[in-house]
């Protein structure tokens, strides 16, 4: 599968291993080596699955970051070959600029910047943004690959 410059909720899906509603991303808007930028519409839904009686809290956007990682991963992959099984293994530095995500109009702004990495592991930056590019939530997350843990 080569890797597209953008792509739709479908295309995202397709490369992730979250399906239907927590899929949480609804478009690629921009990507490269090192970085990707997505955008999530669906935060507002009082459907959403990871909404809680309080609404969706602010620490749900490391679940975003997680999926925008996984995508990242993915569109990395050597051509023709598959994207290694991840699982997030931390979240630190995690600033909640905000309460809720639901009551934020428009879309998020979903960041993550590979700080480093290796086949063993790789360390990102996140930050989802509001669109008129206010901080929302921010931190890192290492993530670790090949894990014996099987979803």
Sequence with gaps: M????????AGI???IPHRGRMCLLDALVAWDAGAIHCLARGHGDPRHPLRSRLGLVAPCAIEYAAQAMA????????????ARPGFLASARQVRL?????????????VHATLVAGDTRQALYRFALRDEAGQPLVDGRAAVVFDSPLRP
């Design 97 to 109: 600029h905000v309460a809720r995500l639901d009551e934020i109009p428009g879309a998020l702004h």
């Design 13 to 15: 899906e397709a490369r």
């Design 71 to 82: 995508l990242h991963g993915s569109l990395n992959a050597p051509a023709g070959g598959a």
């Design 2 to 9: 080569s890797a597209p410059a953008t792509l739709d909720h």
